[in-house]
């Protein structure tokens, strides 16, 4: 079935870096657009990063630009999350989501992998 | 950047009446608004696309309307799976997805 699972949460330092992974099985992943999105502890959704179907475009929310970076490798069904100067306020359940349709809505959700950035 | 605003913040219902959610843009996002649904330790659940589209597998209970600015999220006979947290979301300003605040549906 379509599936998209998070791993690589932990427990990390202020200043240190975090690299997310998420595994796509189910659908061809190389021709779907994917989302970051995480969610605070008690609080709302924020989007935080898409990468094209084709790795050749991405775009950052305003938090995390210039220190975070999305990727993907096509061949691995695997999207990814460099995090980098972490900040106590990046503290979150982090999501991946594939995107619906160019821009779109977000129709497949991961369960989510927490990060905790406290020293 | 696209501000979305949910009210109320929380709605208590019995189980078998309607929940009326609204969402609310400061500017016209056109059709492009989802909603979703959360319930505790799960990840978001895709219900409406299109501001009125259902997902795939969505019952029909559900129902989105509105355009421009203002948005409804109607559950027309609530059931027990019904009760969690809803959110709105625009995709009209991309590469800019913004989520309202979040509704709370709760047992009356």
């Known amino acids: 079935q379509v599936q998209l699972v998070e791993s690589g949460g932990g427990v990390v330092q202020p200043g240190k870096s975090l690299r997310l992974s998420c595994a796509a099985s189910?659908?061809?992943?190389?021709?779907?657009?994917m989302h970051w999105v995480r969610q605070a502890p008690g609080k709302g959704l924020e989007w935080v990063a898409i990468?094209?179907?084709?790795?050749?475009?991405?775009y950052y929310a305003d938090s995390v630009k210039g220190r975070f970076t999305i990727s993907r490798d096509n061949s691995k069904n695997t999207l990814y999350l460099q995090m980098n100067s972490l900040r106590a306020e990046d503290t979150a359940v982090y999501y991946c989501?594939?995107?619906?349709?160019?821009?779109?809505?977000?129709?497949?959700w991961g369960q989510g992998t927490m990060v905790t950035v406290s020293s | 950047e696209i501000m979305m605003t949910q009210s109320p913040a929380t709605l208590s219902v019995s189980p078998g009446e309607r929940a009326t959610l609204s969402c609310r843009a400061s500017?016209?996002?056109?059709?492009?608004l989802a909603w979703y649904q959360q319930k505790p330790g799960q990840a978001p659940r895709l219900l409406i696309y299109?501001?009125?589209s259902r997902a795939t597998g969505i019952p029909a209970r559900f129902s989105g309307s509105g355009s421009g600015t203002e948005f409804t999220l109607t559950i027309s006979s609530l059931q027990s799976e019904d009760f969690a947290v809803y959110y709105c979301?625009?995709?009209?300003?991309?590469?800019?997805?913004?989520f309202g605040q979040g509704t709370k549906v709760e047992i009356k």
């Open positions: 979301q625009q995709y009209n300003n991309w590469p800019s997805w913004t």
């Open positions: 990468i094209w179907y084709d790795g050749t475009n991405e």
């Open positions: 299109g501001a009125s």
């Open positions: 989501a594939r995107d619906r349709f160019y821009g779109d809505a977000f129709d497949i």
């Open positions: 189910g659908f061809t992943f190389s021709t779907f657009g």
């Open positions: 500017q016209s996002v056109s059709s492009n």
